[in-house]
């Protein structure tokens, strides 16, 4: 049974950063296009960025060049480094593959307030 965790939001300032951890342990890391996606109460779950399992990166209009997405095979983790974070980009954080084919984990809040 596989497990997926992610981690690393919190409470950080207007311009600050975060770095976004996504252990998806069992889950065949490999083999799938994987994303981060984010989402805020009333809603829908947007795409944030992406990242194809040849290395192709795509990322939401709003979030490019401050958001970089990466992955370690070895470690079966994905990652989103947060730069120049914005009250905008507050949201509940989670990911997935491209397609949503893992169970939704339970995300990590990310409150960008001065």
């Known amino acids: 049974q596989g497990q997926l965790v992610e981690s690393g939001g919190g409470l950080v300032q207007p311009g600050g950063s975060l770095r976004l951890s996504c252990v998806a342990s069992?889950?065949?890391?490999?083999?799938?296009?994987l994303a981060w996606y984010r989402q805020t109460p009333g809603s829908a779950r947007e795409l944030v960025a992406l990242?194809?399992?040849?290395?192709?990166?795509k990322y939401l209009n709003s979030v490019k060049d401050r958001f970089t997405i990466s992955k370690d095979r070895a470690k079966e983790t994905l990652y989103l480094q947060m730069n120049s974070l914005k009250p905008e980009d507050t949201a509940l954080y989670y990911c997935?593959?491209?397609?949503?084919?893992?169970?939704w984990g339970q995300g990590t809040q990310v409150v960008v307030s001065s």
């Open positions: 069992g889950m065949f890391f490999s083999a799938y296009d």
């Open positions: 990242i194809t399992t040849g290395g192709s990166i």
């Open positions: 997935n593959t491209a397609s949503n084919v893992w169970p």
